[in-house]
């Protein structure tokens, strides 16, 4: 069946710009995360959804980043004046529940490159 | 200190070869411990989850050491389809769907 799914696949931008990301999890999977990879490191934990709702976003960098969902289903992460530093790979990852052993599938990412 | 850390290698090996990965974790609460791959520019992708008891796939063994708090990852038959980054992961605490990953170690598998 369909996996996760990201968009755009890269997106280049200037400073001071704001972007959106968007991601479409796998259909039923009630649980959604978004990841940060910046270039040579490990995967940073943005914020998490249980169904639209975003109990944890204790991993957004700063008030310019925010996220929703709707519909249980899509999620969108916005970047309002976009710095140098937000250039990374952003990844997106869906479960079916939101449980420690569950398995998190990955999208293949947005790469935004801010110049 | 780290949560998770990791020999970022590389290791280089010939095809055929044993190559082993550790990784060590802060938490002692952590329940769930997973290795994932990642190969060059690509989404991570589960490998195999890590129980107590230790646990293989084919040629993939995984192993858990609570009490030193390290987690194993043993390759053997090495391919040159194995060529990757191995990130290991452990959950944040006893129950928390909260996923913390270390920056990975990665392997290049020469022929």
């Known amino acids: 069946g369909a996996g996760v799914s990201q968009s755009p696949s890269n997106k280049v931008t200037e400073k001071g710009k704001d972007v959106e990301l968007r991601c479409d999890p796998i259909s039923g999977h009630t649980a959604l995360y978004w990841y940060r990879q910046r270039l040579g490191q490990g995967l940073e934990f943005l914020i998490y959804?249980?169904?639209?709702?975003?109990?944890?976003k204790s991993g957004l960098p700063s008030d310019r980043f925010s996220a929703e969902r709707t519909g249980e289903s899509v999620s969108t992460l916005t970047i309002q004046r976009t710095q140098q530093e937000d250039s990374a790979v952003y990844l997106c990852a869906s479960s079916l529940i939101a449980a420690a052993h569950d398995t998190q599938y990955f999208g293949p990412g947005t790469r935004l490159t801010v110049l | 200190r780290k949560e998770v850390e990791q020999d970022p290698g590389p290791f280089n090996v010939p095809e055929g070869a044993t190559v082993a990965f550790n990784c060590t974790y802060s938490?002692?609460?952590?329940?769930?411990f997973f290795w994932y791959r990642q190969d060059c520019r690509k989404e991570p992708k589960l490998l195999m989850s890590v129980y107590s008891s230790g646990n293989e796939d084919g040629r993939f063994t995984a192993q858990l050491n609570r009490a030193s708090q390290y987690i194993s990852l043993l390759i053997r038959d090495s391919k040159l389809s194995d060529s990757a980054t191995y990130l290991c992961?452990?959950?944040?605490?006893?129950?928390?769907?909260?996923?913390?990953f270390g920056s990975g170690t990665r392997l290049l598998v020469r022929p």
């Open positions: 938490n002692s609460a952590s329940q769930s």
């Open positions: 992961v452990v959950n944040k605490g006893d129950s928390s769907y909260k996923l913390i």
């Open positions: 959804f249980q169904g639209n709702s975003a109990p944890d």
